[in-house]
T-cell receptor
């Protein structure tokens, strides 16, 4: 058990560019969550997967955001046409089949210039 | 919708002082309640949890009791150490089945020798 991993840890991009983040949950964790955390705030829920199915999306997830979990293992979060307001820490978390505790990854810090 | 309100920081205490961080929540149903901690430069870690009314969660000398009548989950520690310096997040887990977590804004604790 190596924990939830996220890649990259840091990303600097120019406004208007597309970015993609990857999350690898703990093995056999079937539930996966994405959150966004801005400076001085708590994480805010973005979206949830159970296996490969995306079951819930927050209103925070605009049309420029898309998330996938094609084989029910790793997940990607893509942001198209980035805006400065997208600058934040993007966190991934996973839960095992019969658990309730979310295990968080270290996050990807996005800076849009 | 669900929400969590916690006391604003930063909180500065001397080593061995008593700590209380207040947290109240609004939710439908019977959510699980959590305290997460974020040490400098590290990811979110679950500190303790309680899943039903009157449950007491405890870990590393920290305690919190699920009080349904006052919708509160205050964090306490009898004697803080410098190593407890971190940001503490109160959170509730969705009781509707998806178990997404709603976080408070966080309280920064600084413990000075």
């Amino acid at each position: 058990d190596t924990g939830v991993s996220q890649d990259p840890r840091h990303k600097i991009t120019k406004r208007g560019q597309n970015v993609t983040f990857r999350c690898d949950p703990i093995s056999e964790h079937n539930r996966l969550y994405w959150y966004r955390q801005t400076l001085g705030q708590g994480p805010e829920f973005l979206t949830y997967f159970q296996n490969e199915a995306q079951l819930e999306k927050s209103r925070l997830l605009s049309d420029r955001f898309s998330a996938e979990r094609p084989k029910g293992s790793f997940s990607t979060l893509e942001i198209q046409r980035t805006e400065q307001g997208d600058s934040a820490m993007y966190l991934c978390a996973s839960i095992p089949p019969r658990g309730s505790e979310q295990y968080f990854g270290p996050g990807t810090r996005l800076t849009v210039t | 919708g669900d929400s969590v309100t916690q006391m604003e920081g930063p909180v500065t205490l001397s080593e061995e002082a008593f700590l209380t961080i207040n947290c109240t929540y609004t939710a439908t149903g019977y959510p699980s309640l959590f305290w997460y901690v974020q040490y400098p430069g590290e990811g979110l870690q679950l500190l303790l949890k309680a899943t039903k009314a009157d449950d007491k969660g405890s870990n590393k000398g920290f305690e919190a009791t699920y009080r349904k009548e006052t919708t509160s989950f205050h964090l306490e520690k009898g004697s803080v150490q410098v190593s407890d310096s971190a940001v503490y997040f109160c959170a509730l887990g969705d009781s509707g089945g998806y178990q997404k977590v709603t976080f408070g804004t966080g309280t920064k604790l600084q413990v000075i020798p």
